[in-house]
């Protein structure tokens, strides 16, 4: 999981990612590959 300022470019890693918003925060998950995984702020 990678903590980044702006998920933008994060998102257009690849095609599966998803922007997501869970208890206030803002995730990207990525069922495909979960490494790609993020949180800002």
Same mark, same amino acid.
């Given at each position: 999981?990678?903590? %980044?300022?702006?998920? #933008?470019? !994060?998102? %257009?890693?690849?095609?599966?990612? =998803? !922007?997501? /918003?869970? =208890?206030? /925060?803002?995730?990207? !998950?990525? #069922?495909?590959?979960? =490494?790609?995984?993020? =949180?800002?702020?």
């Amino acid at each position: 999981m990678k903590v %980044v300022n702006s998920l #933008k470019s !994060i998102k %257009v890693r690849d095609k599966n990612c =998803r !922007i997501v /918003r869970r =208890r206030g /925060r803002v995730y990207v !998950i990525n #069922k495909k590959n979960p =490494r790609f995984k993020a =949180r800002q702020g």
